[in-house]
């Protein structure tokens, strides 16, 4: 329950700092995606500078976490082939444990008390 009204708290605030963000940078910009003619582009979007400024950081966070996945591909997979190993050795355990235990001679017991 606190987990769910710590998550609600701060998602609440997070939301207020964004709608402030957009409300005070509501002015138009344009985004030329053409290098050679700054005056006129011919691939071009006017936009609020907030929409710019958050697409940025979106991609900015999506080519991080992209990277980051590709460079800890090496890390999985010797996670799973070590978790492989570990199962394997397991299964190996567990077959040998019944063969282990000794058992008792056949008609020896533990001895009884007279009385």
Not at 15 to 30: E, K, Q, S, Y
Not at 47 to 64: E, H, K, R
């Given at each position: 329950?606190?987990?769910?009204?710590?998550?609600?708290?701060?998602?609440?605030?997070?939301?207020?700092?964004?709608?402030?963000?957009?409300?005070?940078?509501?002015?138009?910009?344009?985004?030329?995606?053409?290098?050679?003619?700054?005056?006129?582009?011919?691939?071009?979007?006017?936009?609020?500078?907030?929409v710019v400024i958050i697409v940025a950081l979106a991609?900015?966070?999506?080519?991080?976490?992209?990277?980051?996945?590709?460079?800890?591909?090496?890390?999985?997979?010797?996670?799973?082939?070590?978790?492989?190993?570990?199962?394997?050795?397991?299964?190996?355990?567990?077959?040998?444990?019944?063969?282990?235990?000794?058992?008792?001679?056949?008609?020896?017991?533990?001895?009884?008390?007279?009385g």
């Amino acid at each position: 329950m606190v987990r769910k009204i710590v998550s609600f708290v701060v998602w609440t605030v997070l939301a207020m700092i964004f709608i402030i963000f957009a409300v005070a940078n509501r002015h138009l910009v344009t985004v030329s995606f053409d290098p050679f003619d700054s005056i006129d582009p011919s691939v071009a979007a006017t936009l609020p500078l907030f929409v710019v400024i958050i697409v940025a950081l979106a991609l900015g966070v999506i080519a991080g976490g992209t990277m980051t996945w590709f460079r800890q591909g090496r890390w999985r997979r010797a996670a799973r082939r070590h978790e492989a190993d570990a199962r394997d050795a397991r299964a190996q355990l567990a077959s040998l444990r019944p063969s282990a235990v000794p058992q008792p001679p056949a008609g020896r017991g533990i001895p009884q008390l007279p009385g």
